[in-house]
């Protein structure tokens, strides 16, 4: 699929054309360089708002999931025992994100979410992918006011846009979730003439139309 490119070799087609691939993991932790593992993995490739792959699988992490972590996600040790290890798993999750050429990658806290995975790549000498990245915590701080949502939490979100899946703190639930949520917001770029990839990136580095930081207008 040939996907067109602006001289910095960023995709320009639009929206309805390009191919999101929407991540989630859980983790023992909140950090790799604190030597937390992933333990889930769920992905949800869309393109035009139709779902055109699904990804999920269970993590090895090779250390046993702390008490409180198990009480969020519900993930046990017994759940991961058998499960492969994530250099294991890069290979096939990486064929199944695909060319960095042909899609953007969709996350909720984005950083958290590639910082593992490029953490887990590095260490097992995978080469990452230089995809662009979409975080839609990012994008709703560009288009919701803080009257619509006190905050930008995907839990929030979702009930803001009343997604069919709510969030679970399980990596596919959450990861259906963010697309729900990534379909609401892409809904309300229209107003801001914003229909193709560069324009929407170009529109997220501007930081003078982040809603929720404006000032109120007195009076």
């Not at 708002?49 to 999931?65: C, D, Q």
């Not at 009480?71 to 492969?84: F, N, Q, R, Y």
């Not at 990658?105 to 990245?133: C, I, R, T």
């Not at 803080?146 to 803001?160: G, I, S, Y």
Request: aromatic fraction near 8%; hydrophobic fraction near 45%.
């Amino acid at each position: 699929m040939n996907v067109a490119r602006n001289p910095n070799n960023k995709i320009v087609a639009h929206l309805s054309t390009t191919t999101f691939v929407v991540l989630d993991l859980e983790t023992t932790g909140a950090s790799p360089h604190v030597g937390a593992g992933i333990t889930e993995i769920g992905a949800v490739k869309v393109r035009g708002g139709e779902v055109i792959g699904i990804f999920e699988s269970f993590i090895n992490p090779g250390e046993s999931i702390p008490s409180y972590i198990t009480a969020l996600t519900g993930i046990t040790d017994e759940m991961v025992m058998h499960a492969p290890p994530i250099e294991k798993v890069l290979p096939t999750l990486l064929e199944f994100l695909g060319d960095a050429d042909e899609c953007v990658l969709v996350a909720h806290n984005a950083p958290f979410d590639l910082g593992f995975l490029k953490a887990a790549s590095a260490m097992h000498e995978y080469a990452w992918p230089k995809y662009q990245v979409l975080d839609t915590v990012k994008l709703a701080r560009h288009l919701l006011t803080r009257d619509e949502v006190p905050d930008c939490k995907l839990a929030t979100l979702a009930q803001f846009f009343d997604t069919p899946i709510q969030p679970t703190h399980r990596a596919l639930d959450d990861a259906q979730s963010t697309v729900a949520v990534l379909h609401g917001l892409f809904e309300r770029l229209g107003s801001f003439d914003v229909d193709t990839v560069e324009k929407l990136f170009t529109f997220l580095a501007d930081k003078k139309k982040r809603l929720r930081e404006k000032i109120p207008k007195e009076f």
